[in-house]
Structures are given as C-alpha cells and as structure tokens.
C-alpha cells in the first residue's frame, strides 16, 4: 500500500529550526514530486514547498523562501523540509504529499497524501 509518512514536527520558539521528514512506500519514488503542504486551524491548505521527481528542481512559497530548504534521498525514498528561523506564523500542521512527475504547487493536484506533523512556534 502507498505510505507517506511524516516525522520532526515540534513546539520551537521563534527564531528556531525543525528538520521534516516524509518517508515514502509503496510507489516508485524517483518518479514522484513531493510536496509539503500546511493547514493553520481555520484556514486552507496552503503549498509551503515542492520538489521534482524528474529533475529536483524546487520550489518554494514567498512566505518560507529564503528560511526552507527542500531536499530528498532517493536511496532512502525520503523527503526533508528544513525549517530554519520559525515565525509563529509557520505554525500549522505540516503534511507531505506525492503525484508523478514535476513540481506542483496546488492541493487539489496531489495524489497521495501523508497525516501530517504539527509544528508549533511560539513568540
């Protein structure tokens, strides 16, 4: 069965780093963009950061450009959201997300999708 698993979500004050991880099973990982998405309470899904399974080419939101970083392990068939100087306004559940191919940047495009990981940042 198709897994995506998230990990590394923590209560951090302001200024501090996380390192995500989504672990992947069940497909064929190269061959996927994986994308990490957020959702505050009350609000919509956002995409935060992507990338290609083609190429590794990246992309990230304004809000997080320049404080994310975005990597995989293809050996590992793991992706990895570095999250460096945290703003309480990072503070959401971060989910990992899966579909063939390049880079995409909105939900209803994701294929497969993981529980999520919450990260919490406090002022």
């Known amino acids: 069965e198709v897994q995506l698993v998230e990990s590394g979500g923590d209560l951090v004050q302001a200024g501090g780093s996380l390192r995500l991880s989504c672990a992947a099973s069940?497909?064929?990982?190269?061959?996927?963009?994986i994308g990490w998405f957020r959702q505050a309470p009350g609000k919509e899904r956002e995409g935060v950061s992507c990338?290609?399974?083609?190429?590794?080419?990246?992309w990230y939101a304004d809000s997080v450009k320049g404080r994310f970083t975005i990597s995989r392990d293809n050996a590992k068939n793991t992706a990895y959201l570095q999250l460096n100087s945290l703003k309480p306004e990072d503070t959401a559940i971060y989910y990992c997300?899966?579909?063939?191919?390049?880079?995409?940047?909105?939900?209803?495009?994701?294929?497969?999708w993981g529980q999520g990981t919450q990260v919490t940042v406090s002022s």
């Open positions: 990338i290609s399974g083609s190429d590794s080419s990246t």
């Open positions: 997300a899966a579909r063939m191919g390049f880079c995409y940047y909105h939900v209803d495009e994701a294929r497969y």
């Open positions: 069940g497909f064929t990982f190269d061959n996927y963009a």
